[in-house]
């Protein structure tokens, strides 16, 4: 099913884009969405689907009515990120999807798919197919819509499909000999569709094979007398036929029972044009005859050099037999390939514990608790565990099966020998591809006539790469992309470089190799650039970075950058730039033989300081207990807040790696004054990964023995636990920061830890210790004479008054502190007082006071591109709509606020938006939309507890009658 599947009609109608759930308002809303769906990419006229909603019985208005829907749509499906997918036009209106972006299509083509495999004896394969189309039925198609005339005559083609798809799943079950998971599906379909012969049939011998002859019999006896009743026939030749065998006990009744299909599927793709190793498969193939008699062989290590393929062989290999592991199959990357990001033995059974379904709040702590856990969840049953690029032996003993029914299978370029002193290990060596085999993967990969027009040439390239498959793949790609280039010239171009290393097959010298043919071509500044651009932890680097980290100007990397991507050397996508992992590494031995890559760690670090020091001036100016060593000349990025954001956001994903790099670097002082730094990006635009950032900060600070650095890094990481609703967590930090505040000479870090301590406490609703906290910062703050923190305390004072029921008190509290704002020409800071001015009005009911300042916070928010505060904003807009009973209103605040949820990655907020919109949709009477926000809300709110508003979302569930969660 390559595409994602966007409408769902088989059950309750649902629209999901990119964005989460179109929120789909009245059962025309839903019917109408459907009704194109049934037909998408093709024009409905406005006649037709007007008779598919109302029928016979349409209203004279059903043509305004209907605009008026599609206009109504359109908003929600942009919402949900799908812009421009409805469309209108002198045909009528269209779903411009393809049709597999729609389950019931999916379903029909799922079902075709069964059938030519059932037909071709393919049994497993056509159960897997049915299990997939049938498991995309939700519950009855349109079950929440209605659909008239032809559009009822089509739905319900779609429930005959599927009973007809539900017996002849049942026939594969049968023909594999799993008799007894079908009974029950078969009882059900034929209680609801009592003269069906074929059911009957099946359910009949289904019974017998599960030694119950005389329940089959006694089917066979209630649909003769139904028929003889209802139809006044009898049973066909086919089943009476099967009566008589059952009743005379035949032989030919039975078959081996075999295993069903379940289970979770995380094997990533298979490689492209896959070639070879016959050998290599029958030897795991052999593997799997074996375990059926001995019980000690559960791991598998496929070893060998880099680039010989292993990885490819085993999700090759894994996805030939994973319907021999019904219970599912797991994969994890272990990224071995480098000693800094490779995940430790813990992360690797975290990761396990995940895939099996565990949330990630329910892992435990230790790794002992860990691997108990995982084994636990796998004992007995039948599990294909693939472990990929695996460096150590200590990542993968916590992840081997304590049974012989999963089985363990490794890649790592180590031998890891070691492994099978503790645990018997099946060995996969991996050479090189023969001649022949390597050729067949260059025709494959180029084109088949461009290879044999000059074989020799080939078979020469083929054996310069050392039979490699990923130094073939290189060449190959070469080819393709540039036609005009001979393979004798391009054999010819190898061989002036010296390649001697190509011809020793297993050893990992052969992708150095590879990559050297490329990386010798280069002119000597463009090898330079290479190898120096290797330091960079990040995922992925711009032209300005990588122009740092040389010390050339920008004009001269780009012409070096184009030439690196010309060669394939450098991925270019947009305007950053990526290394292939494999060829980071051999930059990065490069890198070892340049004298000048001391010098380019520090200008990386530099760099970004320099970048994050100017973004943060634009961004949170009172943020500024860092001075560093140089301002750069200039910077990449206008000075304005929405430039300033753009540019972060593409930074971003390097961020966190370079922090870490940083630290372990011994560039400690860059490691906690970037986390710093970067402070106030990340509260506008929120990311998973600040955590962990946080912490190699505060290391970083330690390792320095930095009192304030750590003062400050102990602050950021407790506040980012406090957005993560880790409160107990981050009155830890703040207590061990307290105990260092109270020795320096400087108050301000007292105050500052105090006002965080008092945040947190605000959250727990410990409202006196949140104001004696607030009070204490005030006064040091006011005794210091900073007019933005004094701002900023008494902002916090009269939100904990709000929050304690004392709106007046708050108001005054808040007056104060936007009277200092003004003077200040900070548009965060204001708008952060704003947003807490207009939850004091609403606390007091004056709505129109709060919906002003509400609006004043939200301009000024999208100014700075605070998404964050933009998002917490409308959530407010919304509620005030809400008491005043304007639900649409109030939806669409909701939605715009989810929306911004969802690009923060913020759990919790998009949690608590689907409770608010679900709450609308329950005052609306729009039960089946209700439903559908509620249920979403809970799913996510399992994976972050939060007990008061645990308590709300249950309270709207009851009045939909749904359980608790």
Known sequence: ?????????????????????AILVGARQRSLVALLALQPGKAMGSERIIDGLWGEEAPRTALRTLQSHLARIRHALAQAGLPNVLLSGPAGHVLQLPALAVDAHVFADRVRHARACLAAGALHEAVTAFQEGLGLWRGEAFQDGEANGQASAEVGVLHDMRSSAVEDLGDARLRLGDHARVIG?????????????KPAGLLMLALYRAGR?????????RLRADLAEGLGADPGPELQQLHAAILRQDPALEIKAAQPISGPAELPPRVGYFTGRVDEFADLDKLLAVREVETDHKIVLVSGAAGMGKSALAVEWAHHVARRFPDGQLFVDLLGHDPQTTLGPAAVVSRLLRGLGVPAERVPDELSEQASLYRSLIHDRRYLILLDNARSVE????????TRTSLLVITSRQELSALAVRQPVHFVQMGALDRDTGLSLLRRAVDTERIEGDRAAAAELVDFCGGMPLAIRITAARLASRPALTIADLVGDIRLRELDALAVPGDAAGIRAVFASAYQSLSAPVRRTFALLSLHPGPSFSVHLAAAATGGTTAQTEAHLAELAGTSLVIQEGDRYRFHDLIRLYAAECAKAQEAAAGAQARICDWYLG????ANRVLDPGRNRVAIAAEPAQVPFGLTHQETIEFLEGEQPSLGPV???????????????????VAGFYDSRGRHDRLEMCGAGLRAAQELGHAEAEVLMRNLYAATCVQMRRFTEALEQLDAALNLALRLPDAWYRATTYTNKAVANTWLRRFDAAQDAFERALEIHATISKPHDIALCLNNLGDVQRRAGKGDEALAYLQRALDIAATLAMPRLEAIIRHSKGQAHQALGAHALALAEFGQALVLRRQIGDRRGEASALEDIGAIHFELQQTSQAIAAYQEALELSRLLENTHLESVLLDRIGEALLQEGDLPAAATALQHSLRLRRQIPDLHEEERLQRNLDKLGQPRG
């Open 659 to 677: 922090v870490r790099w940083a630290a372990a670097t011994d560039h400690n002082v860059a490691a906690w004054q970037l986390t710093y730094l």
């Open 395 to 402: 990542q993968l003993l916590p992840a081997v099966p304590a």
């Open 185 to 197: 599906d078969l009882q059900q379909l034929l209680a609801e569709h009592p003269y069906r012969e």
């Open 213 to 221: 002859g005389a329940e089959a019999l006694t089917i066979y006896q």
């Open 1 to 21: 099913m390559a595409e994602p599947i966007v409408v769902r009609l088989l059950g309750p109608i649902e629209v999901i884009g990119p964005q989460g759930a």
């Open 611 to 614: 970048i994050a020091h100017a």
